[in-house]
């Protein structure tokens, strides 16, 4: 079994373009959703929280 602690002293190699553009775009839709939910769910307790107080007075 090879020792896999060798392989971090060794020069980095260069990743495809096809697939390095892949990755980017698969981070960027991850992050494009993530900021959706947080907007949405920030926004929804504000508006349920709005509302709720408006009707009791």
Avoid: C, G, T, W
Wanted: cysteine-free; overall charge positive.
């Amino acid at each position: 079994m090879e020792n896999p602690f060798k392989q971090i002293d060794q020069p980095l190699k260069e990743v495809p373009a096809e697939l390095k553009s892949k990755v980017m775009h698969d981070i960027a839709m991850a992050k494009l959703f993530m900021e959706l939910a947080e907007l949405f769910s920030y926004n929804l307790s504000y508006i349920i929280e709005s509302v709720s107080s408006k009707r009791k007075k």
